[in-house]
Nanobody
Framework: QVYLVESGGGLVQAGGSLRLSCAAS????????MGWYRQAPGKQRELVAG???????NYADAVKGRFTISGDNDQNTVILQMNSLKPEDAAVYYC??????????WGQGTQVTVSS
């Protein structure tokens, strides 16, 4: 069993910043990928940013240049630094970890609200 604990969501004005953190615990022998998805009302869940165990990162086009993802393989943690937030960034953000090559675990989600 793998557990994810997310923190850092909240309400921020447009142009502001938030920092999301996620820590994974449990039977993770190999962390293959860790990242953040988001889902806004009426929309599909989409990948925001991810980082592999080798340190490779990828970002959704909508957040490039504004968001930065970083991770710690030893601690199984990932941080998403979100700057210059826009109202369209508002969503529930979900942490995800792919581990032991064939498994995926999701966090409960944390709400990000951006006021204009």
């Amino acid at each position: 069993q793998v557990y994810l604990v997310e923190s850092g969501g909240g309400l921020v004005q447009a142009g502001g910043s938030l920092r999301l953190s996620c820590a994974a615990s449990g039977s993770i022998f190999r962390r293959n990928f860790m990242g953040w998805y988001r889902q806004a009302p009426g929309k599909q869940r989409e990948l925001v940013a991810g980082i592999t165990s080798g340190g490779g990162t990828n970002y959704a086009d909508a957040v490039k240049g504004r968001f930065t993802i970083s991770g710690d393989n030893d601690q199984n943690t990932v941080i998403l630094q979100m700057n210059s937030l826009k109202p369209e960034d508002a969503a529930v953000y979900y942490c995800v970890v792919r581990y032991n090559y064939a498994n995926t675990a999701w966090g409960q989600g944390t709400q990000v609200t951006v006021s204009s």
